[in-house]
């Protein structure tokens, strides 16, 4: 059996999820903000979050592929799909899983900005400060951490253990029992 050495439970995760959809029910009353969930890390984080919101809101998604292979950082993005909903004057809060290197997100900034967007924020529920190369401002941060790479709850290894319920490191043992994927 595998062992995990877990940094967060599925229970600190649920209770920070939770605050979270708290505070951004407070800052967005009174508007309709839209959601644009960055694919496929942040699709089990954005189904638990938005179920905890009390206001009106909408979901869009879009796919950025950033050549990654594996745990290996890589700083050429592409955005792969086009956000469907009008931007112009919505305020819309991107949800990712995690911000690394931000080089991911800094691009998406730059290209959602370009749409006379009323306000934009990011949400995301973990954080590497210390691994940052570009700036991206955070608004909502789940959890900081140092820069070690974690898979579960919606975060991969070669694609595999998005499905874990908690967030754990990945371990070279883990590493080992991980299937090899082309996909990123
Ligand atoms: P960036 O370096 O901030 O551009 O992050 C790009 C993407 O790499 C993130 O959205 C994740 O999908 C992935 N990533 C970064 N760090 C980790 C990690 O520790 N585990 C799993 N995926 C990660
Ligand atoms: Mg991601």
Same mark, same amino acid.
Do not use: W
């Given at each position: ?19 979270? /959809?708290?505070?951004? +029910? ?10 644009? @969930? ?13 179920? &905890?919101? @009390? #206001? ?17 950082? +890589? ?5 792969? *799909?086009?956000?469907? /909903? ?8 991107? #949800?990712?899983? #995690?911000?690394?290197?931000?080089? @991911? ?16 924020? #990011?949400? @995301? ?5 210390? /691994? ?6 955070? &608004? ?20 595999? &253990?998005? *499905? ?21």
């Amino acid at each position: 059996m595998t062992e995990y050495k877990t940094i967060f439970s599925a229970e600190e995760i649920e209770k920070r999820v939770c605050q979270l /959809a708290e505070e951004i +029910s407070r800052d967005y009353s009174g508007s309709r903000p839209l959601f644009i @969930t960055l694919l496929k890390g942040a699709f089990i984080f954005t189904a638990d979050l938005v179920r &905890h919101l @009390t #206001i009106p809101h909408e979901i869009d998604f879009v796919s950025l592929s950033s050549y990654r292979d594996g745990s290996k950082r +890589s700083n050429v993005i592409k955005v792969v *799909n086009h956000i469907r /909903a009008d931007l112009r004057d919505r305020d819309v809060i991107i #949800i990712d899983e #995690i911000v690394d290197s931000g080089h @991911t997100l800094s691009l998406l900034v730059k290209t959602i900005g370009e749409h006379r967007t009323r306000s934009l924020k #990011i949400c @995301t529920l973990l954080d590497k400060p210390s /691994a940052r190369k570009a700036e991206v401002p955070v &608004h909502y941060s789940g959890f900081e951490i140092p820069d070690i790479f974690v898979v579960g709850y919606g975060l991969d290894y070669r694609e595999m &253990h998005r *499905n874990l319920p908690f967030i754990a490191e990945l371990t070279p043992r883990l590493k080992e029992t991980s299937h090899i994927s082309d996909s990123g």
